[in-house]
């Protein structure tokens, strides 16, 4: 943004010195002019000596003096009206080019502050995966915690196959009852959860945090793909 608004300070400047030139071009026509009045002074004077020593009628000394200043006066015309349209045409012109990249400055950065918009929240979004990560990690490299109750059907009566549900009461079966004494004192009650249930949360750990490292790695490609499209305007907005 800093490089936008020097280039827009840069832009004014330019600007500046051609209102500059353009007054100086102004002050060199006031010359003119007062050199035009001058030489028509001194055409006047010129025809004053020529009244008194020429032997012509005044009638024509008239004609002609009215001649020589109707022509004067017709160059003045011309040569103001020629300054008018180049005033008109040029000063308009290159005011409704300066006023449509203003527009476009304006378009370009509307849609940044949306796309940097965009850029914040997919930060956002990320740094939470990141945190779930860590999350993850810790919880698989520290003191073991206790896995969520699982959901066992309750078997058959028997364990002939059952017609209604298709299932044989050998598919049924708890942690508790795979192992050999399910009370509080049996050996594998009391070392904690079993190795399944261990291993399945430590596989369900992974696939979380490959599925969140993944996102990170999608969201930091949107991340490069906002930052370059800003870049590249930006660069558009500087050559221009």
């Known amino acids: ?30 010359r003119k002019i007062d050199g035009v009045e001058s030489n028509m002074n001194k055409g006047f004077h010129g025809v004053d000596l020529r009244f008194i020593e020429s ?3 005044t009638k024509e000394r008239f004609d002609e003096a009215k001649k020589n200043i109707q022509q004067i006066g017709s160059s003045l015309k011309a040569f103001e009206k020629n300054v008018d349209q ?10 409704d080019r300066l006023e449509e990249r203003f527009d476009r400055l304006e378009e370009n950065t509307n849609s940044m502050q949306g796309e940097i918009k ?3 929240d997919e930060m956002k979004s990320m740094r939470d995966d990141i945190r779930t990560m860590m999350l993850l990690l810790q919880r698989q490299q ?14 058959p009566p028997s364990h ?13 079966v708890s942690d508790a009852s795979q192992s050999s004494g399910a009370g509080p004192s049996s050996p594998r009650h009391r070392q904690g959860p079993s190795a399944e249930a261990i291993g399945d949360e430590a ?11 993944h996102n990170v790695l999608r969201k930091i490609g949107r991340l490069a793909h906002y930052g370059s499209r800003i870049f590249r305007r930006t660069g558009e907005d500087s050559a221009q």
């Open 118 to 120: 965009t850029m914040r």
């Open 160 to 172: 002939s196959h059952d017609a209604a549900s298709g299932f044989t009461r050998s598919r049924y």
């Open 55 to 57: 032997s012509r009628t």
């Open 1 to 30: 943004m800093t490089q936008r608004v020097d280039s827009l300070d840069a832009k004014f400047v330019t600007l500046d010195a051609k209102v500059d030139r353009l007054d100086a071009k102004a002050v060199s026509l006031d």
């Open 203 to 213: 596989s369900l750990s992974a696939s979380e945090r490959e599925a969140t490292a």
């Open 86 to 95: 180049r005033f008109e045409k040029n000063v308009d012109q290159r005011f």
């Open 142 to 155: 520290g003191a073991p915690t206790q896995s969520p109750p699982r959901i066992v059907e309750h078997p």
